[in-house]
């Protein structure tokens, strides 16, 4: 949610010279004991009330600056506004040798210090806010690095106030206006410095029109009137097109920056892409490869095949065409001791044959594929047949002096 600072009307009330502070705001920062701070920091319900209390603390107690705490509405952008604890008071600075009080408000948030806070230059009514000061923005706004880069809990309040000091030392971001007014002391008359020179919060001195004649002293004014010279509009003016020119060149850069940035991860993705389609293509090429192998060695057992049915075929048609050779060997096959062991075995075998032929005649009967009459001729046949091969092997065992079954 952007935010919108509104200046009240009131003015810091601090000595001219810069070695010493208010002695109305050290009355004050006197008066503010950890009670006031607690029922400050409970009215403006902040979320993390011990760490807020730290960080008031240590901005209080810090030696480069002079600091009241108090509870003032924030006016945002969308016109609704909030009681905040606003730490409102100075920050020192060196600059040239000689020590300067900056003005500043710096404001908590209910997220504090999860979130960071918000700091103003806030200055007097006789001063003007530098527009050459790259950590001050025209309206006020601090914008140091601390600020941007804010981060719990590495940052605090004291390395925040360490920082102004040391920015507003570079590069003072208020100065004084006016002429023809008297130095408020006579006697500690400076060197004018230009127009960026950091003014001394004096407060005797009267605000100047903006365009009117003036010169910026470090504090107190000369003895007579001066004029600005020519070129210091021209010099100023400059400077705030160059500074304008300097941020829309970073925006550039850091908008150019980000591009390159999203082109390259796009670039490394393409790249781990393109890793991986050669990657897969190699895994199909490997599996091509055992696959052809694999077809090459089916196409081998086929052919086998294909030999051991051919040669199969050839046996049995050898086989079909020798059969008094076959059976001269099966006749060979058995050798018996007597004719009348060759006869048995003989009558043996052919009455097994004969029971084979009896089931398969049965089962031919039973399936319907001969007719009865034939299948009664032929079991009668045959069983005359197998009655007289059973004669003749039992009086074959009774002539060899076997057993009888």
């Given at each position: 949610m952007s935010v919108r600072y509104q200046p009240d009307s009131s003015s810091l009330l601090i000595n001219s010279h810069s070695s010493r502070l208010s002695t109305t705001t050290s009355t004050s920062m006197a008066k503010q004991n950890q009670t006031e701070i607690d029922q400050m920091i409970q009215r403006a319900q902040s979320t993390n009330r011990d760490l807020v209390r730290r960080d008031i603390l240590q901005a209080l107690q810090n030696p480069l600056s002079?600091?009241?705490?108090?509870?003032?509405?924030?006016?945002?952008?969308?016109?609704?506004?909030?009681?905040?604890?606003?730490?409102?008071?100075?920050?020192a600075c060196?600059?040239?040798?000689?020590?300067?009080?900056?003005?500043?408000?710096?404001?908590?948030?209910?997220?504090?210090?999860?979130?960071?806070?918000?700091?103003?230059?806030?200055?007097?009514?006789?001063?003007?806010?530098?527009?050459?000061?790259?950590?001050?923005?025209?309206?006020?706004?601090?914008?140091?690095?601390?600020?941007k880069k804010w981060r719990h809990p590495s940052s605090d309040m004291a390395s925040l106030l360490n920082a102004m000091s040391e920015a507003f030392s570079r590069s003072p971001p208020v100065y004084s206006g006016g002429a023809n007014r008297p130095h408020s002391n006579p006697t500690s008359m400076a060197t004018p410095y230009p127009s960026t020179t950091p003014y001394p919060l004096s407060t005797t001195s009267m605000p100047t029109p903006m365009g009117s004649t003036s010169t910026s002293y470090p504090y107190g004014y000369p003895?007579?009137?001066?004029?600005?010279?020519?070129?210091?509009?021209?010099?100023?003016?400059?400077?705030?097109?160059?500074?304008?020119?300097?941020?829309?060149?970073?925006?550039?850069?850091?908008?150019?920056?980000?591009?390159?940035?999203?082109?390259?991860?796009?670039?490394?993705?393409?790249?781990?892409?393109?890793?991986?389609?050669?990657?897969?293509?190699?895994?199909?090429?490997?599996?091509?490869?055992?696959?052809q192998n694999y077809l090459s060695n089916l196409q081998m057992k086929i052919g086998q095949l294909n030999e051991a049915t051919q040669k199969?075929?050839?046996?049995?048609?050898?086989?079909?065409?020798?059969?008094?050779?076959d059976q001269s060997i099966r006749d060979d096959a058995i050798v018996t001791l007597a004719p009348v062991y060759k006869q048995l075995l003989q009558c043996y075998a052919e009455e097994h044959a004969i029971q084979d032929l009896l089931f398969y005649l049965s089962d031919g009967l039973r399936r319907e594929s001969i007719g009865l009459e034939i299948y009664l001729k032929h079991v009668r046949d045959l069983s005359r047949r197998q009655y007289f091969l059973r004669a003749t092997m039992q009086k074959c065992r009774q002539i060899a002096g076997l057993t009888s079954r």
């Open positions: 002079s600091l009241l705490l108090k509870v003032v509405p924030y006016y945002y952008n969308d016109g609704t506004s909030k009681d905040l604890l606003c730490l409102s008071g100075t920050v060196q600059y040239r040798g000689n020590r300067y009080n900056i003005p500043i408000e710096i404001w908590f948030q209910q997220d504090h210090p999860h979130v960071a806070p918000l700091a103003y230059v806030k200055p007097t009514v006789d001063m003007y806010v530098s527009t050459s000061s790259q950590d001050v923005q025209p309206d006020g706004t601090i914008v140091l690095s601390q600020l003895s007579q009137a001066t004029t600005i010279p020519p070129n210091v509009y021209r010099d100023s003016l400059q400077t705030a097109v160059l500074d304008k020119i300097r941020d829309r060149l970073n925006d550039l850069t850091q908008f150019g920056k980000g591009q390159i940035d999203s082109l390259r991860k796009t670039e490394q993705d393409l790249n781990d892409g393109q890793f991986k389609i050669q990657s897969f293509i190699q895994n199909i090429q490997q599996q091509q490869t055992q696959a199969m075929s050839l046996s049995s048609t050898s086989s079909s065409s020798s059969t008094s050779k």
